[in-house]
């Protein structure tokens, strides 16, 4: 039995705390923040391999998993259908998954309040070093902590987030609130609408307390607008009392005049039924969208994955499933070749080609929005992509292409 230390208690490190606890490992998971996270993120798309990590992480996968969908509608700004494809799916929530792997964990093992300060290793032992004073060692440190990695700014400062140009408005709308006619036109599909340069999509997830009955659901949207880095961004992220929060504004901080002006702008350029949908959100919230691209996730002892490793911007709709996969791979060699660097090295030689390729994926699905941007070329017109290719494209389960190298399709190269 190995000594595993795990940084971030999000789905990425619940994953693989879970899943090396229950090989017999000797795991403890280290979270900065203190309380419950519930209530972080939103909707998640899932695919096979995601109920396959779930299984492995000792949670049950049944029908209270999520919300089933078989057809996608693209609307145009009249409401009126621009096309329909068939392609059945389950959608969850970050609250279901959280809650369903913090279960599964013994909650001695899940300490917060634990804030990365400083980490070294030699050749027998990582450690780590937190922020109020706490010390903690073991023989392998797997970093979950997210696209602002307390780890990866100790062992890989060079990696850092890059925006892409454009910012995600992103809430869930109960489906109580909603018109008839929302209700029969979108409510039960994988929706889109596209502006030009723009793109909102959407779907039906579990309502509150995970309830997925029937008139207890909600309608989880994300809707990607340009937004310049230097002007609109920076006033997008600062609330109404002219705190600025350069890493990502909290929900509740985001200033209302930003909120009424996006459900102006909703009301002249959606599809009306989107547009109900935004006004009667309660709380939208902001997501700033970024790359994370690494060229290295394993220094000796200690490895990267989930968002410390890769942040693919939420087209792809795996991030989860990502993160879920590279769990179990590096639970897989640490079986094979024992809680050492040679297993870690296994991982990264398995995965992070795979890693780089739904970055470029996701920069693939996102190119003709980036184009509005102030890293973009503006001519968004020859970007375009028709609904069929969007509906095709957007949030599917590409481990075939990633295992064939085709995560990106030649056209596009």
Not at 9 to 18: M, R
Not at 138 to 149: K, M, N
Not at 275 to 298: C, H, M, N
């Amino acid at each position: 039995m190995a000594k595993i230390l795990v940084v971030g208690g999000s789905l990425g490190g619940l994953f693989v705390a879970n899943i090396l606890l229950r090989q017999g490992h000797d795991v403890t998971l280290l979270e900065k923040a203190t309380g419950s996270l519930d209530g972080r993120g939103a909707g998640i798309v899932t695919h096979d391999a995601l109920a396959q990590a779930l299984r492995a992480a000792g949670v049950i996968v049944d029908h209270t998993l999520g919300v089933p969908v078989t057809q996608r509608v693209t609307l145009g700004s009249d409401g009126q259908s621009l096309g329909e494809i068939e392609l059945p799916q389950i959608l969850t929530s970050w609250s279901r998954l959280y809650h369903m792997l913090k279960e599964a964990f013994p909650v001695g093992r899940y300490l917060q309040g634990k804030a990365v300060k400083a980490v070294s290793q030699d050749t027998l032992s990582v450690q780590v070093r937190c922020e109020d004073g706490s010390e903690y060692s073991g023989d392998l440190l797997i970093a979950s902590d997210g696209i602002r990695s307390g780890v990866r700014a100790q062992v890989a400062p060079q990696i850092q987030p890059e925006y892409a140009g454009y910012i995600a408005w992103r809430g869930v709308c109960d489906e109580a609130c909603l018109s008839q006619y929302t209700l029969d036109t979108l409510f039960d599909y994988f929706g889109f609408c596209l502006p030009n340069g723009e793109q909102m999509l959407g779907y039906p997830v579990a309502g509150s307390g995970n309830d997925t009955r029937p008139g207890k659901r909600r309608y989880n949207f994300v809707w990607y607008r340009p937004a310049s880095e230097n002007e609109e961004l920076v006033s997008l992220l600062t609330d109404d009392d002219g705190h600025y929060y350069p890493i990502g504004i909290p929900p509740l901080k985001v200033s209302w005049k930003h909120i009424a002006h996006m459900r102006t702008v909703a009301r002249e350029i959606l599809a009306p039924q989107y547009a109900e949908i935004l006004e009667k959100t309660a709380a939208p919230f902001l997501q700033a969208i970024y790359d994370v691209r690494s060229e290295q996730i394993v220094f000796g002892r200690i490895a990267l994955m989930g968002d410390a490793a890769f942040v693919g911007r939420p087209h792809v709709g795996m991030g989860v499933t990502k993160a879920g996969d590279e769990a179990m791979v590096i639970a897989k060699h640490i079986n094979n070749l024992g809680a050492t660097p040679d297993a870690l090295q296994a991982y990264s030689d398995e995965r992070l080609k795979l890693g780089q390729q739904v970055v470029a994926r996701a920069q693939y699905l996102g190119r003709y929005m980036q184009a509005q941007g102030s890293k973009g070329s503006r001519d968004a017109e020859n970007l375009k992509r028709n609904a069929g290719t969007v509906m095709a494209e957007t949030a599917i389960d590409i481990s075939d292409l990633l295992a064939q190298g085709r995560a990106v399709p030649e056209s596009a190269h």
